[in-house]
């Protein structure tokens, strides 16, 4: 069965209630008594999709443009093959991403990507229409069009939700044929809080589920703003780039839709729950999918418990 474990974490990463207290044991944790603060860039967050060129330029392209509230940078490109080396993946099969630290000074963002190189976006607004100048690491630049992408909802619920976070606890519950395979990360044998490696090989060990991940998925952060965009980071440098859409009372419906992340969970929904333990407030997040191979039917939760950093980008 290719690609169902993989494809239910990494879409799980970017929505989910809990399984244990936060802590090694004790009283469970009670709901978050106050407000988180908003994330440090939350007045300059800005998303922007731009319009195409008249002419395709003969260089990589940008088609969208984001700074998250934390201060990420999520920048889509068209014409991939300009970008080979680059580990991003998105929902649309030739858009590619750069991610990084981004800088804002008055209308300019300055991002710094992974492959070291400098990217400038300057954005001037007109209402929701936007005047955006793209000046590539080369020292060329290009003009274009486009439109302001609207924040999703203005709940406290989501200014909460929309930052970065680190997972610091997973399980997994597998069940198939009357029989119930579960595990926990860390562990005794097992460092990593959501290592995709470790989770793959329980799976096979159980029901023969394998996907033939590379090494290094280990997802060292997720970031969802309040724009649709969710954003996963791997120990590899792999990221992966997906949206968001229709929040709910406690969460959001979500899609993933590359052949890169196996099966299509269409319309699967997420929630999330805020904790309180010790002065520390967590986020704790599930997903409940059935996987189907065949004839055969494996009701699959993933659930994980998150921690904001103690440092943004």
């Known amino acids: 069965m290719k690609k169902s474990i993989f494809t ?166 597998i069940v198939a044929e009357g029989v119930n395979a579960a595990a926990e990360w860390p562990n005794a044998t097992s460092s990593a809080a959501c290592d995709l490696n470790e989770i793959e090989k329980f799976a096979s060990d159980y029901y023969k589920i394998t996907d033939k991940l590379p090494q290094g998925m280990n997802v060292t952060s997720v970031d969802i703003s309040n724009r649709g965009t969710y954003n996963i980071s791997f120990a590899n440098k792999t990221e992966y780039v997906g949206e968001w859409t229709s929040a709910l009372s406690n969460g959001f419906n979500y899609s993933w839709k590359t052949d890169d992340m196996g099966f299509q969970l269409e319309n699967g929904k997420a929630g999330f729950e805020f904790v309180v333990d010790g002065g520390v407030t967590y986020c704790i997040m599930t997903l409940s999918a059935i996987i189907k191979d065949g004839n055969k039917n494996y009701d699959t939760k993933v659930f994980c418990t998150m921690k904001e950093p103690a440092m943004y980008y």
């Open 8 to 173: 239910l974490l990494v879409v799980a990463l970017a929505a989910p209630m809990m399984f244990n207290s936060c802590k090694g044991g004790g009283d469970d944790p009670t709901p978050t008594p106050s407000d988180l603060p908003a994330p440090p860039k939350t007045a300059d967050a800005i998303k922007v999709v731009i319009n195409p060129p008249a002419t395709q330029p003969v260089k990589a392209y940008p088609v969208s443009f984001e700074y998250t509230e934390t201060g990420k940078a999520i920048v889509g490109f068209k014409n991939p093959t300009m970008l080979a080396g680059i580990p991003v993946k998105g929902e649309v099969s030739d858009v590619y991403y750069i991610t990084g630290t981004g800088f804002k000074s008055g209308n300019v963002y300055t991002i710094k990507g992974p492959d070291g190189k400098t990217y400038k976006f300057e954005i001037i607004q007109s209402d929701s229409q936007v005047q955006i100048k793209y000046m590539d690491p080369d020292g060329g630049s290009l003009d274009f069009m486009g439109k302001l992408q609207a924040v999703v909802t203005t709940s406290q619920f989501f200014t909460n939700l929309c930052r970065s976070w680190n997972i610091i606890k997973t399980r997994v519950s």
